[in-house]
C-alpha cells in the first residue's frame, strides 16, 4: 500500500512569491494533519482535516497560510506571499483514526 | 516553557551499550505519549506509544510517570542502525501531536 506522499520535496522561492505543498494522504484515511519544523525548532502543528472539513486550524501561524481539502482526499498548502520565516519542512500525515497518524516524506521549503 | 522537553544531545554511544532518553510534558491533560524515530531529512516514524503501565518492543523498553509528567525510553543493546533522532510526543487526546525537539543517538562502531 502507498505512504503519504507530499509533492514537491523542495521549492526553493523568492520572498514575496507563492507556493503551493500537496499532500496525498493514504487510501481510506479521513483525518489528514499539515506540521511544520523550522530550523532548530520542534515540528509544530498547524492544522487538522477530518474529511473535508477543517476540525483545528489553531496552528496556523497567520493568515498568509490557506489549506484546502477539497473532496476529503489530497490536501494543498498554500503560502502566499512566502516570507523569510516559512522555511522549513512541512510534514502532512494522515490517519484512519484520530489515534494513528503516518508521516510523509515532507517538503523543504526555502524562501530566499 | 517548552511543551515537551527532552534531553539535550547528542549522545554518543558504542555499539552493545545501553542508553535512556528523558522526556518531561507540561500539559497534565495529555492523554497519549508516544516516541518517534526521525532519520536525517526522513520523516518521523512511529517507534512506540508508551503506556502506565510501561511497554517493551524488543530492545525498547518504554516508561510513563503521569505524577512527575515524565516519559522515558531505553534502549538496550544499541546498533548501529538505531542512530537516529529520537522525539517525545504527547498529545492532549483531540489527535494533535505536541513534539519535542528531538535527542540525536549516534551509536558508533
Known amino acids: 500500500e502507498a505512504g503519504v506522499t507530499q509533492f514537491p520535496s523542495h521549492s526553493v522561492i523568492e520572498k514575496g512569491q507563492t507556493v503551493t505543498l500537496r499532500c496525498d494522504p493514504i487510501?481510506?484515511?479521513?483525518?489528514l494533519y499539515w506540521y511544520r519544523r523550522v530550523m532548530g525548532k520542534e515540528i509544530k502543528f498547524l492544522l487538522h482535516f477530518v474529511k473535508e472539513s477543517k476540525q483545528d486550524e489553531s496552528g496556523m501561524p497567520n493568515n498568509r497560510f490557506l489549506a484546502e481539502r477539497t473532496g476529503g482526499t489530497y490536501s494543498t498548502l498554500k503560502v502566499q506571499p512566502a516570507e523569510l520565516e516559512d522555511s522549513g519542512v512541512y510534514f502532512c500525515a494522515t490517519g484512519a483514526t484520530s489515534y494513528e497518524q503516518y508521516f510523509g516524506p515532507g517538503t523543504r521549503l526555502t524562501v530566499t | 516553557r517548552k511543551e515537551v522537553e527532552q534531553d539535550p544531545g547528542p549522545f554518543n554511544v558504542p555499539e552493545g551499550a545501553t542508553v535512556a532518553f528523558n522526556c518531561t510534558y507540561s500539559?497534565?491533560?495529555?492523554?497519549?505519549f508516544f516516541w518517534y524515530r526521525q532519520d536525517c531529512r526522513k520523516e518521523p516514524k512511529l517507534l512506540m506509544s508508551?503506556?502506565?503501565s510501561g511497554n517493551e518492543d524488543g530492545r525498547f523498553t518504554a516508561q510513563l510517570n503521569r505524577a512527575s509528567q515524565y516519559i522515558s525510553l531505553l534502549i538496550r543493546d544499541s546498533k548501529l542502525s538505531d542512530s537516529a533522532t529520537y522525539l517525545c510526543?504527547?498529545?492532549?487526546?483531540?489527535?494533535?501531536?505536541?513534539f519535542g525537539k528531538g535527542t540525536m543517538l549516534l551509536v558508533s562502531p
Open positions: 487510501s481510506g484515511h479521513d483525518n
Open positions: 508508551v503506556y502506565s
Open positions: 500539559n497534565s491533560a495529555s492523554q497519549s
Open positions: 510526543v504527547v498529545s492532549s487526546g483531540y489527535s494533535t501531536l505536541t
